[in-house]
């Protein structure tokens, strides 16, 4: 079937404005997570969703980042007044089952990843 | 807090020889897994081998192994018959595992493996 997809695959903005990052997961994969990968910062977890609830939104740099999960499927990663700091790419991964119980097996935990977006703030 | 460190920024393999990616990590955790990803240009993260903690057997993919030190918190890639196909970014990736675990992973700052033909 049809993996991670995530719109747009590039996008430039101008420091202060908002933008919207989209994410679809692998069918039936009720799991779903967001990283950021930027040159200083490495790759970093940044919000965990388990359906439409965010348990783990420890990741989320600053109050200007939010997400949300509708229909426990598509997520929208909204950073406000972006500045050039956030330029970076953005990474969704999605998996069976949240989480790392033991129930499932680990195959039943493996996170597939998109293509990620490029974002540049200038 | 867990870190994982990857001590190599780039290392470069002639083709059909074989190279050891090195990975490192602190935990207090007694029950994890361990990941390899690859990142070819196109940025699209693959997932290379996986290994749970508590098995001893180092896991094995075809032509990827790890070399996996549970008390050295050490865990080693092993890519023989090395291919042009595999050059790309390589990370080292940390999971806890069990109860409440998200399954967030924490990654190493990254490899980059050149292939020579």
């Known amino acids: 079937g049809a993996g991670v997809s995530q719109s747009p695959s590039n996008k430039v903005t101008e420091k202060g404005k908002d933008v919207e990052l989209r994410c679809d997961p692998i069918?039936?994969?009720?799991?779903l997570y967001w990283y950021r990968q930027s040159l200083g910062q490495g790759l970093e977890f940044l919000i965990y969703f388990q359906g439409n609830s965010a348990p783990d939104k420890s990741g989320l740099p600053s109050d200007r980042f939010s997400a949300e999960r509708t229909g426990g499927s598509v997520s929208t990663l909204t950073i406000q007044r972006t500045q050039q700091e956030d330029s970076a790419v953005y990474l969704c991964a999605s998996s069976l089952i949240g989480g790392t119980g033991l129930a499932g097996g680990l195959s039943s935990y493996e996170q597939y990843f998109g293509p990620g977006t490029r974002l540049t703030v200038t | 807090a867990q870190t994982v460190t990857q001590s190599q920024p780039e290392m470069s393999v002639q083709e059909a020889e074989t190279v050891t990616l090195s990975c490192t990590y602190d935990t207090s955790e007694s029950d994890y897994y361990l990941f390899w990803y690859k990142q070819p240009p196109s940025r699209q993260m693959i997932l290379v081998i996986r290994q749970e903690a508590y098995k001893q057997q180092n896991a094995t993919e075809n032509r990827f192994s790890v070399n996996f030190q549970k008390a050295a918190k050490s865990f080693s890639l092993k890519i023989s018959d090395s291919q042009l196909g595999d050059a790309a970014m390589y990370f080292c990736a940390y999971c806890v595992a069990g109860g409440t675990s998200y399954g967030k992973l924490t990654f190493g700052q990254g490899t980059i493996l050149t292939v020579h033909p």
């Open positions: 069918s039936g994969h009720t799991a």
